[in-house]
Protein backbone atom coordinates (compact mmCIF):
# COMPACT_ATOMS: atom_id res chain seq x y z
CA UNK A 1 0.00 0.00 0.00
CA UNK A 2 1.12 3.74 -0.51
CA UNK A 3 -0.12 7.22 -0.64
CA UNK A 4 -0.86 8.75 -3.05
CA UNK A 5 -2.13 11.98 -2.26
CA UNK A 6 -2.45 13.43 1.72
CA UNK A 7 -5.72 16.19 2.58
CA UNK A 8 -5.84 17.84 5.66
CA UNK A 9 -8.77 19.28 5.64
CA UNK A 10 -8.74 20.51 8.89
CA UNK A 11 -6.54 19.26 11.86
CA UNK A 12 -4.56 20.78 14.06
CA UNK A 13 -3.57 24.37 12.53
CA UNK A 14 -3.67 22.77 8.98
CA UNK A 15 -6.37 24.08 6.98
CA UNK A 16 -6.97 22.69 3.41
CA UNK A 17 -3.71 21.62 2.93
CA UNK A 18 -3.14 19.14 0.37
CA UNK A 19 0.50 17.10 0.48
CA UNK A 20 1.02 15.76 -2.99
CA UNK A 21 3.18 12.17 -2.79
CA UNK A 22 2.50 10.99 -6.44
CA UNK A 23 5.33 10.57 -8.16
CA UNK A 24 6.45 8.40 -11.54
CA UNK A 25 9.19 6.22 -10.29
CA UNK A 26 9.76 7.96 -6.97
CA UNK A 27 9.80 5.09 -3.99
CA UNK A 28 11.04 7.82 -1.25
CA UNK A 29 9.90 11.17 -0.35
CA UNK A 30 11.38 13.45 2.12
CA UNK A 31 9.49 16.19 3.66
CA UNK A 32 11.49 18.36 5.44
CA UNK A 33 10.63 21.25 7.57
CA UNK A 34 11.80 23.32 10.91
CA UNK A 35 10.56 22.95 14.59
CA UNK A 36 7.15 23.31 14.64
CA UNK A 37 6.36 23.25 11.04
CA UNK A 38 4.16 19.97 11.43
CA UNK A 39 5.99 17.25 10.56
CA UNK A 40 4.75 15.20 13.46
CA UNK A 41 1.57 16.40 13.05
CA UNK A 42 1.72 14.70 9.40
CA UNK A 43 2.50 11.34 10.97
CA UNK A 44 -0.52 11.47 13.40
CA UNK A 45 -2.57 12.63 10.31
CA UNK A 46 -1.75 9.40 8.81
CA UNK A 47 -2.55 7.36 11.33
CA UNK A 48 -5.52 8.73 12.47
CA UNK A 49 -6.68 8.64 9.07
CA UNK A 50 -5.55 4.98 8.66
CA UNK A 51 -6.98 3.62 11.89
CA UNK A 52 -9.32 6.53 13.31
CA UNK A 53 -9.84 9.62 15.61
CA UNK A 54 -8.80 8.54 19.63
CA UNK A 55 -11.71 9.75 22.20
CA UNK A 56 -9.46 12.47 22.84
CA UNK A 57 -7.59 14.03 20.21
CA UNK A 58 -4.94 16.34 21.14
CA UNK A 59 -5.12 18.62 17.00
CA UNK A 60 -8.88 19.60 18.27
CA UNK A 61 -7.37 23.23 19.34
CA UNK A 62 -8.00 25.36 16.17
CA UNK A 63 -10.98 23.75 14.65
CA UNK A 64 -13.75 21.71 16.85
CA UNK A 65 -13.11 17.85 17.11
CA UNK A 66 -16.42 16.98 15.29
CA UNK A 67 -14.84 19.11 12.47
CA UNK A 68 -11.52 17.48 12.01
CA UNK A 69 -11.06 15.99 8.88
CA UNK A 70 -8.14 13.76 6.79
CA UNK A 71 -8.59 12.40 3.57
CA UNK A 72 -6.54 10.59 1.10
CA UNK A 73 -5.63 8.73 -1.59
CA UNK A 74 -4.57 5.38 -1.56
CA UNK A 75 -3.08 2.57 -3.94
CA UNK A 76 -2.75 -1.04 -3.18
CA UNK A 77 -0.22 -3.44 -3.98
CA UNK A 78 -2.71 -4.87 -6.43
CA UNK A 79 -3.24 -1.81 -8.08
CA UNK A 80 -6.50 -0.52 -6.33
CA UNK A 81 -7.55 2.78 -5.89
CA UNK A 82 -8.91 4.29 -2.97
CA UNK A 83 -10.02 8.09 -2.06
CA UNK A 84 -11.40 8.19 1.30
CA UNK A 85 -11.75 10.98 4.30
CA UNK A 86 -11.86 10.42 7.86
CA UNK A 87 -13.93 12.02 10.24
CA UNK A 88 -14.28 12.81 14.18
CA UNK A 89 -17.01 9.89 15.72
CA UNK A 90 -18.30 7.20 16.97
CA UNK A 91 -19.25 4.99 13.98
CA UNK A 92 -19.50 5.44 9.86
CA UNK A 93 -15.79 7.54 10.27
CA UNK A 94 -14.49 6.31 6.90
CA UNK A 95 -16.33 7.79 4.14
CA UNK A 96 -15.94 9.17 0.53
CA UNK A 97 -15.65 12.17 -1.04
CA UNK A 98 -19.29 12.14 -1.40
CA UNK A 99 -19.48 11.14 2.19
CA UNK A 100 -20.75 7.99 1.62
CA UNK A 101 -19.76 5.44 4.48
CA UNK A 102 -16.79 2.98 3.41
CA UNK A 103 -16.08 -0.08 5.33
CA UNK A 104 -12.77 0.24 7.55
CA UNK A 105 -12.20 -3.77 6.52
CA UNK A 106 -11.28 -2.32 2.84
CA UNK A 107 -8.32 -0.23 4.40
CA UNK A 108 -7.69 -3.00 6.78
CA UNK A 109 -6.75 -5.63 3.89
CA UNK A 110 -4.85 -3.03 2.05
CA UNK A 111 -2.61 -2.47 5.70
CA UNK A 112 -2.29 -6.66 6.22
CA UNK A 113 -3.96 -6.26 9.05
CA UNK A 114 -1.51 -4.08 10.57
CA UNK A 115 -2.43 -2.72 13.66
CA UNK A 116 -1.88 1.24 14.82
CA UNK A 117 0.62 -0.14 17.24
CA UNK A 118 2.38 -2.05 14.70
CA UNK A 119 2.21 0.41 12.18
CA UNK A 120 3.56 3.63 14.59
CA UNK A 121 6.82 1.37 15.70
CA UNK A 122 7.50 0.50 12.31
CA UNK A 123 6.19 3.26 10.19
CA UNK A 124 5.80 6.34 12.34
CA UNK A 125 8.90 7.11 14.62
CA UNK A 126 9.14 10.23 16.09
CA UNK A 127 11.60 11.30 19.14
CA UNK A 128 9.17 9.81 21.81
CA UNK A 129 8.61 6.80 19.98
CA UNK A 130 11.66 6.69 19.54
CA UNK A 131 12.77 6.83 23.17
CA UNK A 132 10.10 4.38 24.55
CA UNK A 133 11.11 1.85 22.13
CA UNK A 134 14.61 2.02 22.92
CA UNK A 135 13.49 1.42 26.58
CA UNK A 136 11.44 -1.50 25.36
CA UNK A 137 14.29 -3.60 23.29
CA UNK A 138 16.61 -2.89 26.21
CA UNK A 139 13.74 -4.95 28.38
CA UNK A 140 13.18 -7.04 25.61
CA UNK A 141 9.70 -5.84 25.40
CA UNK A 142 7.41 -4.27 22.68
CA UNK A 143 7.23 -5.93 19.58
CA UNK A 144 10.31 -5.09 18.10
CA UNK A 145 12.30 -6.01 21.19
CA UNK A 146 10.58 -9.22 22.11
CA UNK A 147 11.10 -10.45 18.45
CA UNK A 148 14.62 -10.01 18.24
CA UNK A 149 15.75 -11.45 22.19
CA UNK A 150 13.09 -14.29 21.04
CA UNK A 151 15.26 -14.98 18.39
CA UNK A 152 18.88 -14.24 19.88
CA UNK A 153 20.94 -14.55 23.53
CA UNK A 154 22.03 -10.77 23.05
CA UNK A 155 20.40 -9.54 26.93
CA UNK A 156 24.24 -10.51 28.37
CA UNK A 157 25.86 -8.45 25.93
CA UNK A 158 23.35 -5.22 25.77
CA UNK A 159 23.87 -4.89 29.80
CA UNK A 160 27.62 -5.36 29.53
CA UNK A 161 27.40 -2.60 27.25
CA UNK A 162 24.94 -0.25 29.61
CA UNK A 163 27.26 -0.90 32.33
CA UNK A 164 29.83 0.31 30.48
CA UNK A 165 27.92 3.30 29.44
CA UNK A 166 27.21 3.99 33.37
CA UNK A 167 30.79 4.29 34.03
CA UNK A 168 31.65 6.37 31.41
CA UNK A 169 28.70 8.62 32.43
CA UNK A 170 30.26 8.78 35.94
CA UNK A 171 33.24 9.86 34.96
CA UNK A 172 31.75 12.58 32.82
CA UNK A 173 29.57 13.53 35.67
CA UNK A 174 30.98 13.41 39.66
CA UNK A 175 29.80 15.93 41.74
CA UNK A 176 32.90 15.17 44.30
CA UNK A 177 36.06 15.08 41.37
CA UNK A 178 37.42 17.81 40.18
CA UNK A 179 38.45 16.54 36.64
CA UNK A 180 34.98 15.14 36.07
CA UNK A 181 33.91 16.73 32.47
CA UNK A 182 30.79 17.70 32.97
CA UNK A 183 30.80 19.77 36.12
CA UNK A 184 34.22 21.58 35.08
CA UNK A 185 32.25 22.17 31.82
CA UNK A 186 30.07 23.82 34.04
CA UNK A 187 32.32 26.10 35.80
CA UNK A 188 33.88 27.20 32.80
CA UNK A 189 30.17 28.14 31.52
CA UNK A 190 29.39 30.17 34.89
CA UNK A 191 32.39 32.19 34.22
CA UNK A 192 31.63 32.62 30.04
CA UNK A 193 28.32 33.81 31.65
CA UNK A 194 30.45 36.10 33.99
CA UNK A 195 32.70 37.62 31.25
CA UNK A 196 29.40 37.85 28.57
CA UNK A 197 27.60 39.93 31.77
CA UNK A 198 30.46 42.40 31.87
CA UNK A 199 30.45 42.66 28.21
CA UNK A 200 27.16 43.14 27.51
CA UNK A 201 25.88 46.42 27.22
CA UNK A 202 22.35 47.22 28.84
CA UNK A 203 19.05 48.47 26.97
CA UNK A 204 19.62 51.92 27.76
CA UNK A 205 23.17 51.84 27.01
CA UNK A 206 22.73 50.96 23.63
CA UNK A 207 20.04 53.30 23.08
CA UNK A 208 22.38 56.11 23.73
CA UNK A 209 24.94 54.88 21.98
CA UNK A 210 22.07 54.52 19.04
CA UNK A 211 21.19 58.13 19.99
CA UNK A 212 24.60 59.21 19.76
CA UNK A 213 25.28 57.01 16.30
CA UNK A 214 22.61 58.82 14.66
CA UNK A 215 23.53 62.56 15.94
CA UNK A 216 27.01 61.83 14.60
CA UNK A 217 25.55 60.11 11.52
CA UNK A 218 23.47 63.70 11.08
CA UNK A 219 26.37 65.57 11.32
CA UNK A 220 28.18 63.47 9.14
CA UNK A 221 25.71 64.04 6.65
CA UNK A 222 25.87 67.86 6.78
CA UNK A 223 29.88 67.95 6.98
CA UNK A 224 29.17 65.67 3.83
CA UNK A 225 27.10 68.59 2.09
CA UNK A 226 28.87 71.70 3.18
CA UNK A 227 31.84 69.92 1.36
CA UNK A 228 30.38 68.87 -1.55
CA UNK A 229 29.22 72.85 -1.82
CA UNK A 230 33.14 73.41 -1.06
CA UNK A 231 33.97 71.63 -3.67
CA UNK A 232 31.60 73.07 -6.07
CA UNK A 233 32.75 76.64 -5.34
CA UNK A 234 36.04 75.53 -5.61
CA UNK A 235 35.43 74.33 -9.08
CA UNK A 236 33.93 77.03 -10.23
CA UNK A 237 36.84 79.42 -8.96
CA UNK A 238 39.13 76.86 -10.75
CA UNK A 239 37.19 77.98 -13.86
CA UNK A 240 37.36 81.69 -13.13
CA UNK A 241 41.16 81.51 -12.46
CA UNK A 242 41.66 79.30 -16.16
CA UNK A 243 40.16 81.83 -17.83
CA UNK A 244 41.50 84.97 -16.25
CA UNK A 245 44.34 85.28 -18.27
CA UNK A 246 42.80 84.78 -21.56
CA UNK A 247 39.93 87.45 -20.70
CA UNK A 248 42.62 89.50 -19.99
CA UNK A 249 44.50 89.21 -23.04
CA UNK A 250 41.03 89.61 -24.99
CA UNK A 251 40.31 92.69 -22.74
CA UNK A 252 43.99 93.97 -23.99
CA UNK A 253 43.02 92.95 -27.92
CA UNK A 254 39.45 94.61 -27.21
CA UNK A 255 41.73 97.91 -26.05
CA UNK A 256 44.04 97.66 -29.58
CA UNK A 257 40.63 97.27 -31.58
CA UNK A 258 39.69 100.25 -29.86
CA UNK A 259 42.51 102.24 -30.57
CA UNK A 260 42.46 101.00 -34.51
CA UNK A 261 38.73 101.74 -34.90
CA UNK A 262 39.42 104.92 -37.94
CA UNK A 263 41.74 102.73 -39.83
CA UNK A 264 40.27 101.15 -42.54
CA UNK A 265 40.35 97.51 -42.69
CA UNK A 266 42.04 95.64 -45.42
CA UNK A 267 39.33 94.10 -46.94
CA UNK A 268 37.82 97.89 -47.90
CA UNK A 269 40.94 98.70 -49.96
CA UNK A 270 40.90 97.22 -53.19
CA UNK A 271 43.10 94.53 -54.00
CA UNK A 272 45.25 96.16 -57.00
CA UNK A 273 45.52 99.33 -54.89
CA UNK A 274 47.02 97.17 -51.83
CA UNK A 275 49.34 95.33 -53.76
CA UNK A 276 50.79 98.15 -55.35
CA UNK A 277 51.23 99.80 -51.87
CA UNK A 278 52.55 96.68 -50.45
CA UNK A 279 55.07 96.95 -53.49
CA UNK A 280 55.99 100.90 -52.91
CA UNK A 281 56.77 99.81 -49.40
CA UNK A 282 58.86 97.11 -50.07
CA UNK A 283 60.79 99.27 -52.02
CA UNK A 284 60.45 102.23 -49.73
CA UNK A 285 62.38 99.62 -46.99
CA UNK A 286 64.96 98.32 -49.71
CA UNK A 287 65.86 101.89 -50.04
CA UNK A 288 65.95 102.95 -46.54
CA UNK A 289 68.07 99.29 -46.18
CA UNK A 290 70.28 100.56 -48.69
CA UNK A 291 70.50 104.58 -47.42
CA UNK A 292 71.70 103.13 -44.11
CA UNK A 293 73.83 101.30 -45.82
CA UNK A 294 75.75 104.15 -47.96
CA UNK A 295 75.28 106.73 -44.68
CA UNK A 296 77.24 104.15 -42.69
CA UNK A 297 79.90 103.41 -45.48
CA UNK A 298 80.07 107.63 -46.29
CA UNK A 299 80.64 108.12 -41.97
CA UNK A 300 83.09 105.33 -42.38
CA UNK A 301 84.87 107.44 -45.32
CA UNK A 302 84.99 110.52 -43.08
CA UNK A 303 86.19 109.23 -40.37
CA UNK A 304 88.89 108.09 -42.37
CA UNK A 305 89.91 111.14 -44.20
CA UNK A 306 92.15 113.77 -43.32
CA UNK A 307 90.75 117.16 -42.05
CA UNK A 308 91.70 119.58 -44.78
CA UNK A 309 92.51 122.66 -42.79
CA UNK A 310 92.67 126.12 -45.52
CA UNK A 311 89.35 124.88 -46.03
CA UNK A 312 87.80 124.35 -42.80
CA UNK A 313 88.88 127.74 -41.74
CA UNK A 314 87.04 129.08 -44.73
CA UNK A 315 83.66 127.09 -43.45
CA UNK A 316 81.44 129.92 -41.98
CA UNK A 317 82.06 131.68 -45.50
CA UNK A 318 81.19 128.65 -47.43
CA UNK A 319 77.81 128.16 -45.38
CA UNK A 320 76.96 132.28 -46.13
CA UNK A 321 77.34 131.20 -49.53
CA UNK A 322 75.33 127.90 -49.87
CA UNK A 323 72.48 129.90 -48.30
CA UNK A 324 72.96 133.43 -50.70
CA UNK A 325 73.17 130.93 -53.59
CA UNK A 326 69.71 129.65 -52.96
CA UNK A 327 68.46 133.30 -52.60
CA UNK A 328 70.67 134.13 -56.14
CA UNK A 329 69.31 131.14 -57.75
CA UNK A 330 65.93 132.11 -57.13
CA UNK A 331 66.69 135.92 -58.05
CA UNK A 332 67.86 134.30 -61.82
CA UNK A 333 64.79 132.42 -62.32
CA UNK A 334 62.49 135.65 -61.97
CA UNK A 335 64.73 137.37 -64.08
CA UNK A 336 62.54 136.69 -67.68
CA UNK A 337 59.91 137.32 -65.58
CA UNK A 338 61.19 140.97 -64.07
CA UNK A 339 62.06 141.68 -68.47
CA UNK A 340 58.85 141.61 -69.34
CA UNK A 341 57.61 143.48 -66.51
CA UNK A 342 59.68 146.34 -67.42
CA UNK A 343 58.73 146.27 -71.01
CA UNK A 344 55.27 146.44 -70.02
CA UNK A 345 55.78 149.49 -68.39
Request: positive net charge; proline residues 3%; charged residues 30%.
Amino acid sequence: MRLLELRLERYGHFESVTLPLDATGCRLHVILGSNEAGKSTLLDAISDLLFGFPARSPYGFRFDNKLLRVGAAIESADGTRLEVVRRKGTKNTLVTADNEAVDDAILSRMLGGATRAVFEDLFALNEERLREGGRDFVAGKGNVGEALFSASGLVADVRKVLDRLDTEAAKLWAPNVKKAVVPSSLVHIAELEKERAKVQLSVAAWQRFSREAERASAAAEKCEQRLRERRRERDRLERIRRCSRPVQELRACEQVLAELATVPLLSEIPVAQRGAAEARLREAEEKLDASRVASTELERQLGESPPRAPILDHAVDIRLLGERRAVASKALADLPRRAVEISNC
